[in-house]
Every structure is written in C-alpha cells, then in structure tokens.
C-alpha cells in the first residue's frame, strides 16, 4: 500500500515541476519576443528619423541648385523650373529603383535583426 502513496507524491511533485518549467518556457519565449519587437520597432524609428533627414537634405539641395541655376541664367524662374525638373528626374529614378534601393535593403536589415537574436540565444 505504501507504493501508491509514494508514487502519487512523486506524480505531484513532476506535475509542479512540469507546471513551472512551462511557466519559465513562456517567460522566455515572451521575453524573446519583447526583444525581437524592441529591436525591430528601433530600428523602424532610426529608419523614420533618417528618411525625415534625407529629405531636409534634399530640400536645401533643391534651394541651393536652384539659387545656383538662377545665378547661372540670371532668372528666379529658370533656376528654380530647371532645378524643379532636375529633382523630378532623380525622384523619378528613386521610384523606379525603389525596390534594389530601399526594399531590398530593408528585408536584408530585418531579417539579419530578427536571426541575430536567434544566434545569439544558441550559443548561450
């Protein structure tokens, strides 16, 4: 009679222990994913803040090429319409490449954030 006993201790002792290593795995896979999520929302506000001041850049390229083309032909009008239609060819170059210049690269960035922690965790 004293082996039921024993074995139904020992089953409630595993079933608590089976209890609170579940409860560690989803901690870690939580924690995991906080990361994951930080790293990735991080590097979305970096990529946000640099598009924001590529196109101040942009802006006084504009106003500089366009004060130089109407030093140049000596008219506002010119300058600026020829500085105009020299920032329409290179935004429509920056359309058509779109995809080699900024998806591309995006994909590569995130995909080597998210396997990164990955590779990470293995070797600990």
């Known amino acids: 009679m004293s082996t039921p006993k024993n074995l139904q201790d020992f089953l409630d002792e595993n079933v608590a222990l089976v209890k609170e290593y579940l409860e560690t795995k ?17 590097s979305l506000v970096w990529i946000i803040i640099s598009l924001f001041l590529f196109f101040l850049l942009f802006i006084f390229i504009g106003l500089v090429v366009g004060f130089w083309f109407a030093e140049l032909f000596g008219s506002l009008t010119i300058g600026f319409g020829l500085a105009t239609i020299l920032l329409f060819f290179v935004m429509l170059l920056v359309f058509l ?13 995130f995909i080597k954030i998210m396997t990164s922690n990955n590779e990470a965790e293995e070797k600990e």
């Open 26 to 42: 989803t901690d870690i896979y939580k924690l995991k994913a906080i990361r994951s999520s930080s790293l990735l929302l991080g």
């Open 97 to 109: 490449f779109r995809k080699q210049i900024f998806i591309n690269p995006m994909i590569r960035i």
